[in-house]
């Protein structure tokens, strides 16, 4: 049980933090816009790293550094239109009526957003699979696979929380200027970290 617990916790405060996957869940849980299938589709992508992980893939990225530099590069270039989107977005923003767009972006382009922002995004694979393997070393082969299981749990309970604890904030967003702000603090989240990607490259 703590391997379980350690993983839950390890798990947890990786993924809680401020990033632009979170910030993309957040925006559609907002919207009701394909919430649930999103929730589902990160939290099935960070269960298939962190497994990976702990099975040892780690290793394998650290071996071939042009997947980092690949990764890296070509999620900075989709985080920064991703961010000017959301950006031209806040001078136009409304307020939110939620049966108005509710189902106003389709699945696909919903789905295809989501892979975009994980799978291009290189701290998703440091985060589950380099960091999180790495600490899983430290246990026995079932303490391992239950440190892993700990933080899939993680994971699913955090974006559904998020999807689905969105829907509170619905009243909130009915103004225009909230909409506004969101947008701006999801441009500059996105802007910040496509930043950081390519900060080890341009320095």
């Known amino acids: 049980m703590q391997a379980f617990i350690q993983g839950i916790g390890v798990g947890g405060s990786l993924i809680i933090a401020v990033g632009a996957q979170n910030a993309f869940v957040l925006k559609q849980g907002l919207k009701q816009s394909h919430s649930l299938p999103i929730a589902a589709l990160c939290s099935f992508i960070d269960a298939v790293m962190i497994t990976a992980g702990v099975a040892g893939l780690g ?36 307020g939110l009526d939620t049966e108005a767009t509710q189902g106003a972006d389709t699945l696909r382009a919903a789905i295809l957003t989501t892979l975009g922002i994980s799978l291009l995004n290189p701290h998703l694979y440091l985060d589950t699979v380099v960091l999180l393997g790495s600490i899983s070393t430290q246990f026995e082969q079932e303490d391992r696979q239950l440190f892993g299981a700990g933080a899939v749990l993680a994971s699913f309970v955090w974006f559904f ?15 225009p200027k909230a909409w506004c702000y969101l947008d701006r603090f999801i441009c500059l989240t996105m802007w910040g970290i496509a930043a950081a990607l390519l900060w080890p490259y341009i320095k």
Request: aromatic share 12%.
């Open 59 to 94: 290793h394998l990225i650290l071996a071939f550094p042009l997947i980092k530099d690949i990764a890296s590069i070509g999620g900075a270039i989709f985080l920064l239109a991703y961010g000017a989107r959301a950006l031209r977005s806040s001078f136009h923003a409304q």
């Open 161 to 175: 929380g998020l999807s689905l604890g969105a829907r509170y904030l619905s009243p909130l967003f009915k103004q």
